[in-house]
């Protein structure tokens, strides 16, 4: 995978930490709930109903999208991966119903971890890729997780997200207050690098506004944390936060009735996982896993142009 492709200013080491830490309200965040239920408008245009799939990370990518995709999908079994043990055990209290109801005993099958290889009509990922140290790796886990012409769902935030709150760091004179973001052209060079064919990436731009810049920085804490490279490593003062809350009220806009303005662009992506075709070389060696792959499927040999 090209460097360049890579999260440009993330610490991987900041981004492990934050995937691991612990869980103290199961809840997601409202704006992946959004992201999500924008995101399932897509899934009407898609004739497959999948009858297997992957939700990667359900608690951060949104609760309530599991209970709504569960509903579109009521006889499918799930997957719930990529979450580490206690985001796991989380989850699944969050959306277990009591005995007595019905749902306890009729609702979808679900389990833990992923799949077998090469089995899912769907994998369904609402905002992750962009806190992903190595998403080329993450794209490829997935890839290996679908079967055959099933698809790839996929959001994550795009560079333009926090371009007013980085301003105002600049002109502070503080470094960065999230690392850089991957543009949607980059996604599709890596969906295609990873295996992915007919790669579909748009976005759009959410503005949302604040009372104070408490809730501000509330909104900010539950979204994730600040995995810049250079970002500042101490701890803060009161001063400082003091100073912070004086800059956000440059955010403030007019129009809003003098609500605090945050803007996020938000990356949508699609890809169909296709039939595996081997280009036909001098010498071609190809892998037991690969060739049961290439029967089970009905793919072949690609003549060399």
Known sequence: MPQALRPPSLDPVAAARWQGLPVLDAQSPW???????????????????????????????????????????????????????????????????????????????????????????????????????????????????????????????????????????????????????????????????????????DMERITLTYASADTLLAELRGLGRNLHVQRFQGLRSRQWRARLSEALLTLARPEEGGRLSLGFEIVYGHALKPQPRLKVAAKTEIGLDQMRLMLESGGGIQDKV
């Open 31 to 201: 704006l992946h709930e959004e992201v999500a239920s924008r995101m399932q408008e897509r899934l009407d245009f898609i004739k497959l109903h999948p009858k297997q799939w992957v939700h990667w990370g359900p608690l951060r990518g949104g609760l309530a999208a599991q209970r709504a995709l569960e509903q579109r999908y009521p006889k499918a079994q799930v997957w719930l991966a990529g979450e580490p043990p206690t985001h796991a055990q989380a989850t699944r209290q969050a959306l277990q119903t009591p005995w007595w109801q019905v749902q306890h005993w009729r609702g979808p099958k679900r389990s833990d971890g992923l799949p077998p290889e090469h089995t899912v009509q769907m994998l369904w990922a609402n905002m992750h890729l962009h806190a992903s140290a190595e998403p080329q790796a993450l794209l490829q886990i997935w890839h290996r997780a679908l079967a055959v012409d099933g698809f790839l769902m996929f959001s994550c935030l795009g560079p333009d997200t926090l371009r007013d709150l980085r301003q105002v760091y600049a002109q502070a004179g503080w470094s960065e207050p999230a690392h850089e973001f991957t543009d949607m052209h980059d996604w599709g060079d890596m969906l295609v690098e990873a295996g992915f064919a007919e790669p579909v990436m």
